[in-house]
């Protein structure tokens, strides 16, 4: 669509999505998921989502998706994505820690940050769903830490934070 690919990667965030809710973390209640679109468009995944496991089924539910603005289950009333207001400041709890991912970050191992972090709350994590690039133009990240010395795919990265939280929590 005459659009720079580095720009609209919707493969990557199918990737992502598969990896954040096929993870024991999410089906223990975990995980709560934003999709924020180069656009602007800040999208809330139910974490009871089933993400379509083709890629082309999946541009189709979010083709659906944009044009209704919510994707609601075929068989209840629970509503599976929609589109809610920015910024997404205003959907996350008070005081809650914010942190992005990037190879610029303080290099950490994964199974050392997630005892270092509250465990008596929520803890945000920002992780870009890009070919190339970094997610440093974010204003209300707090800090930024690299989960590997080498540059990582972004379902790899997150699936490296899932299982230490898995670990840590002896989540199975």
Known sequence: MKRDFRNSRPD?????????????????G?????IHTEKNILIEVNPHLRIPRTFKRFCGLMVQLLHKMKIRAANGPD????????????HLPPGVRKI????????????ELVPSLPQDGPVVFCFG?????????VDWIEEFVSLSQYPLSASYAIGRLL????DHWDIL
């Open 100 to 111: 992005g991912t990037s190879m610029k970050g303080k290099l950490t191992k994964p199974s």
């Open 30 to 34: 975990y995980l709560q998921i934003y």
């Open 129 to 137: 769903a890009m070919a190339h690039g970094f997610v440093d133009d």
């Open 163 to 166: 299982n230490a939280y898995e």
């Open 79 to 90: 509503v599976l994505m929609k589109v809610v207001k920015n910024p997404i400041t205003r």
């Open 12 to 28: 990557i965030t199918h990737q992502v999505l598969m990896t954040l809710l096929d993870s024991p973390l999410n089906k223990a």
